[in-house]
């Protein structure tokens, strides 16, 4: 069974930073691209960025480009997020995704598995 299992959201302050976990299990992850969602309320679940699980390479929503930062380490089936320069607009529920695509880009279309999510809330 493929688990996805998120950690590291909480409460901080406007220009903080946070980094989330997502720690993948029950099956090999090659050719997957790994990501992350997020949805705040009132509001539809939106892309924010995803990573190449072979390759590395990384794509980003424009509102968290340059400000956030995707990483992974393949031994520990393990991605990260590093958000920098935190905005109240940044609240919301992350969730952590996988899905088949060889192109980081189109993991906003497909994915296969989600997380449970974990909460980010950045006061102003």
């Known amino acids: 069974q493929v688990q996805l299992v998120e950690s590291g959201g909480g409460l901080v302050q406007a220009g903080d930073s946070l980094r989330l976990s997502c720690v993948a299990s029950?099956?090999?992850?090659?050719?997957?691209?790994m990501g992350w969602f997020r949805q705040a309320p009132g509001r539809e679940r939106e892309f924010v960025a995803a990573?190449?699980?072979?390759?590395?390479?990384?794509y980003y929503q424009g509102s968290v480009r340059g400000r956030f930062t995707m990483s992974r380490d393949i031994a520990k089936n393990t991605q990260y997020l590093q958000m920098n320069s935190l905005k109240p607009e940044d609240t919301a529920v992350y969730y952590c995704?996988?899905?088949?695509?060889?192109?980081?880009?189109?993991?906003?279309?497909?994915?296969?598995?989600w997380g449970q999510g974990t909460q980010v809330t950045v006061s102003s």
């Open positions: 990573i190449s699980w072979n390759v590395g390479s990384t």
């Open positions: 995704a996988a899905g088949r695509v060889d192109i980081p880009a189109r993991l906003g279309s497909f994915v296969n598995y």
């Open positions: 029950g099956r090999s992850f090659s050719g997957y691209a």
